[in-house]
T-cell receptor
């Protein structure tokens, strides 16, 4: 039971470098999400994909891009990393709910990203 | 959109003490309500949920009752253990399509 798998688990970047965070789920879920978690800020939604073929901005999309590669995979790209993007990044997935958002989300273990 | 407010932490309790973590919400209609738990170094995982008013969700000795009169969904446990040390998040659908709003989290530390 892999659930939601994120790679890498840790990464250190220099300012201006780019990288892609990978996420895959094996639960046949329609919806996938990227969050960042910062001390005292809780979880903030970066981007989400309600279904395969669609992506939408969340609360804090600036500096990020996403790709819903297929139903299983949803990647997050930092084109030009900045120190303000130092954070823990979580990918999540959920089944499609009848009332929108009423299905529980399943989380990966996170990517701890430091930008120097 | 919908919103949730939960008590700030950290909360420090001795083992076997009673736990309450307060959560209140503002929502259109009567959405499902959730509690998630995050253990150190891990992602969030669903602890319990309630889908309608007066429902009680329960799991691992934790309980929460969906109170529409007070718009609350407080988390309780009668006797906490050291292994319950974690961060607890209250959550509900955002009102936007397939999105969820999380509270800021309450850190619980249980000491032997």
């Amino acid at each position: 039971n892999a659930g939601v798998t994120q790679t890498p688990k840790f990464q250190v970047l220099k300012t201006g470098q780019s990288m892609t965070l990978q996420c895959a789920q094996d639960m046949n879920h329609n919806s996938m999400y990227w969050y960042r978690q910062d001390p005292g800020m809780g979880l903030r939604l970066i981007y989400y994909s309600a279904s395969e073929g669609t992506t939408d901005k969340g609360e804090v999309p600036n500096g990020y891009n996403v790709s819903r590669l297929n139903k299983r995979e949803f990647s997050l790209r930092l084109e030009s990393a900045a120190p303000s993007q130092t954070s823990v990044y979580f990918c999540a997935s959920s089944a499609r709910g009848s009332q929108g958002g009423d299905q529980p989300q399943h989380f990966g273990d996170g990517t701890r990203l430091s930008i120097l | 959109g919908n919103s949730v407010t939960q008590m700030e932490g950290p909360v420090t309790l001795s083992e076997e003490a009673f736990l309450t973590i307060n959560c209140t919400y503002t929502a259109t209609g009567y959405p499902s309500l959730f509690w998630y738990v995050q253990y150190p170094g891990e992602g969030l995982q669903l602890l319990l949920k309630a889908t309608k008013a007066d429902d009680k969700g329960s799991n691992k000795g934790f309980e929460a009752t969906y109170r529409k009169e007070t718009t609350s969904f407080h988390l309780e446990k009668g006797s906490v253990q050291v292994s319950d040390s974690a961060v607890y998040f209250c959550a509900l659908p955002s009102g936007g399509y397939q999105k969820v709003t999380f509270g800021t989290g309450t850190k619980l530390q249980v000491i032997p």
